[in-house]
């Protein structure tokens, strides 16, 4: 039975909103002085859960334990998106850390659990780099090569500037741990609009990504009569409807797409496109529902083309890779909803991507979501009412109980 202390938790998440605050939320990107601020306040928490900290040299903060047993991993991170809320990845940082502080305490539980801090999860800099140095994604040359996104500032300057250039950065000894668990706000409407308070995050959506391209012919908007056009920037107007008009049929339960970006060349008032080309993302769970839709997206796409008389290349930029989260895992995290939070949760599956599928690829691996009010995030509103979160954390540390005693 867990006794954590619900002041304790709110204090330490308090005291991180203060730094880098910005209105009601945080602007702490990766590297930035508030961000190295953040990590050198948890590297000072860790003590309290008898766990020795280290911050490495890629700006992971890991809390180790000197104790015998079975070890759980547990973390999410501490920068921010620029401008944004004061929950996403500090929530998950200090269940964590109350997590380790009432276990690690405790004589009648086994073994520990550690506490992490991943580096760069909101992709300042790349590609979940924190996590994937952890489990040995990341070499040398792509730290050579990544930039900060805002300001181009490369990565080996932010790493000297922060004292943590030269330093070895942590990787997972194999075996070590019985998994990895995360909470985070939900950063939807799910819970919220059912009145649940815990998610029982079964997987984490693969990300598909799409450049489709219309060629036409350029030429001039006020002599080229209307039936002479082959305007690529319409062909791609008519992709867009006809892509909302037809993927619900073939698309799954929780299917999402969109159009993130629209380019015409060479875009000018004047010039009917003779290019256009947009940018198209796919999530989903399921790779045979993404690759029925892909087919789908395909057959559309030649239809428009041949209608529009213009030559057209779907590419597939990026596949994505599900990462299914442990069926114990989804278990004990149920089985603690049931005893701290009266039943009320939900099995669902993330949308949004998280430290938890690149730890997935070498342990069992979890995640608990709590509601996020208005589904609102990556925006300063983000918020969660204090008694979900001290009820989270409830659930939490059962869960971690649960885990390291069977
Ligand atoms: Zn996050």
């Given at each position: 039975m867990p006794n954590i202390s619900g002041e304790r938790l709110l204090r330490d998440l308090y005291e991180l909103r203060k730094i880098?605050?910005?209105?009601?939320g945080v602007h702490r990107p990766t590297f930035s002085e508030p961000h190295l601020r953040a990590l050198e306040w948890l590297a000072q928490k860790l003590p309290q859960a008898s766990l020795a900290a280290e911050i490495d040299g890629i700006g992971n903060v890991l809390g180790t334990s000197a104790e015998a047993g079975p070890k759980l991993l547990a973390g999410s991170h501490l920068e921010s998106q620029?401008?944004?809320?004061?929950?996403?990845g500090p929530l998950g940082v200090v269940y964590a850390l109350e997590a380790a502080r009432v276990i690690n305490s405790d004589?009648?539980?086994q073994g520990a659990v550690e506490v992490a801090a991943w580096c760069d999860e909101e992709g300042?800099?790349?590609?979940?780099l924190g996590s994937r140095s952890y489990v040995g994604d990341v070499t040398d040359q792509d730290i050579d090569a990544?930039?900060?996104?805002?300001?181009?500032?490369t990565m080996r300057a932010a790493l000297q500037a922060a004292g943590l250039a030269g330093r070895p950065r942590v990787t997972a000894e194999r075996g070590r741990h019985v998994g990895y668990l995360e909470a985070h706000i939900e950063q939807g409407r799910t819970l919220e609009g059912s009145r649940l308070a815990i998610g029982v995050v079964t997987s984490i959506v693969g990300i598909w990504q799409y450049q489709i391209t219309f060629t036409g012919e350029q030429n001039h908007a006020g002599t080229t009569r209307m039936k002479d056009r082959r305007d690529a920037g319409l062909a791609l107007a008519r992709l867009c409807v006809a892509i909302d008009d037809r993927f619900p049929a073939r698309s799954g339960p929780r299917t999402v797409w969109t159009t993130g970006r629209i380019a015409l060349d060479?875009?000018?008032?004047?010039i009917i496109p003779g290019r256009g080309e947009m940018l198209f993302q796919v999530r989903d769970d399921d790779p045979e529902i993404v690759e029925r839709l892909e087919a789908l997206l395909r057959e559309i796409a030649t239809e428009i083309a041949v209608a529009s008389r213009c030559g057209v290349d779907v590419k597939r930029l990026r596949t994505g890779s599900p990462a299914m989260m442990d069926d114990r895992f989804q278990r004990a995290v149920e089985e603690a909803a049931s005893d701290f939070?009266?039943?009320?949760s939900v099995r669902m599956p993330s949308g949004a991507g998280h430290d938890a599928q690149v730890l997935a690829t070498i342990m069992p691996a979890g995640m608990l979501f709590v509601p996020s009010i208005g589904g609102?995030?990556?925006?300063?509103?983000e918020n969660t009412d204090d008694a979900d979160i001290i009820k989270g954390a409830e659930v939490f540390v059962e869960t971690c109980r649960r885990l390291l005693s069977n």
């Open positions: 880098g605050e910005y209105k009601t620029n401008f944004a809320g004061w929950l996403d004589p009648n539980i300042h800099f790349g590609h979940f990544a930039r900060d996104r805002t300001d181009n500032r060479p875009g000018a008032p004047s939070a009266e039943g009320r609102i995030s990556h925006h300063w509103d």
